[in-house]
């Protein structure tokens, strides 16, 4: 685990980003090309690179080797790690809340039985 | 499950992580919860761990002290102090972890009620993405290896 670390780091980084992470999602659908991506953001090219290098440089995405269009696809594997990482902390605290979520029922019910009984001596 | 439950956590910027989540119960009673050592010694913590000192001094300036106890026998300690105390709708306030000595983080605690149901925001606010990388490792080191959902999912997540 140690040894992904500094992976780790650049991908969360990059996922910070609202701009990289819809590329991310346009790209989830198919490669593309540096244009075709820079359309739908309203940037200019040289903006949307810059988005892509740190992209690339995170692993989070790759260059094909098309001469032409070059275009851009996603590397899984790299937002795998990141996503496991979350997923297990997602899950620490989710075990956590499941016995809240027990410890609420048995609040409410105590609640019920006191306003019945408040009620049943009215 | 009445559509409560599944909590989500997302990293909007590079310092926080952000905990969403649904409780079935109107949300002075998730309040509570949350600053009642009684109550909180009976859910906090992962799996396995069990919360043996619980002290909370639920004042603007106080302190609280958490032990979590785990199945080897180790100690992990927490403290904090709150900062804002306004129930039962938000608390902020700082922790840092024993292991982690300096690395502090501001904890914005929101808790909004809708139909006898309670959603809790919890943003954590960590002073770099070091700490903040290297506290979510160690929790990692905690829970057991879990399977992890796709791709998309975490797009979603974080889209």
Same mark, same amino acid.
């Given at each position: 685990m140690q040894a992904h670390a500094p992976g780790l780091d650049a991908t969360f980084a990059a996922l910070a980003d609202?701009?990289?992470?819809?590329?991310?999602?346009?790209l989830a659908a198919g +490669? %593309?090309?540096?244009? +075709?991506?820079?359309?739908?953001?309203?940037?200019?090219?040289?903006?949307?690179?810059?988005h892509l290098r740190v992209l690339e440089r995170a692993g989070?995405?790759?260059?094909?080797?098309? %001469?032409?269009?070059?275009?851009?696809r996603l590397e899984p594997r790299s937002l795998a790690d990141a996503n496991e990482w979350l997923?297990?902390?997602?899950?620490?605290?989710? %075990?956590?809340?499941?016995?809240?979520?027990?410890?609420?029922?048995?609040?409410?019910?105590?609640? /019920?039985? /006191?306003?019945?009984?408040?009620?049943?001596?009215? | 499950m009445k559509n409560t439950g599944t909590l989500k956590v997302t990293t909007p910027t590079d310092r926080e992580i952000v905990l969403t989540r649904i409780f079935d119960a109107?949300?002075?009673?998730? $309040?509570?919860? $949350?600053?009642?050592?009684?109550?909180?010694?009976?859910?906090f913590g992962p799996r396995g761990w069990s919360l043996v000192v619980c002290e909370v001094d639920?004042?603007?300036?106080?302190a609280f002290r958490f032990v979590l106890r785990g199945p080897d026998g180790r100690d992990l300690g927490m403290r904090g102090v709150y900062q804002e105390i306004v129930p039962p709708e938000r608390s902020v306030h700082i922790e840092s972890f024993d292991d982690y000595p300096g690395a502090d983080s501001q904890v914005t605690a929101v808790f909004t009620e809708r139909e006898g149901r309670t959603t809790l925001t919890a943003t954590v606010l960590y002073p770099s993405r070091e700490v903040r990388d290297a506290v979510i490792r160690s929790g990692m080191e905690h829970g057991a290896a879990e399977s992890y959902d796709k791709l998309a999912e975490l797009l979603a997540l974080a889209a």
């Open positions: 609202p701009t990289r992470r819809a590329i991310l999602a346009r +490669e %593309a090309s540096v244009t +075709e991506l820079a359309r739908p953001f309203n940037m200019s090219q040289p903006a949307i690179s810059k989070l995405i790759s260059t094909s080797r098309d %001469a032409q269009r070059r275009p851009r997923e297990r902390y997602r899950r620490l605290w989710e %075990a956590s809340f499941q016995r809240l979520d027990a410890l609420l029922d048995e609040l409410k019910t105590q609640q /019920k039985r /006191k306003r019945t009984k408040r009620g049943n001596r009215r | 109107p949300r002075h009673l998730v $309040f509570d919860a $949350f600053t009642k050592p009684e109550l909180l010694k009976r859910w639920l004042t603007v300036g106080g």
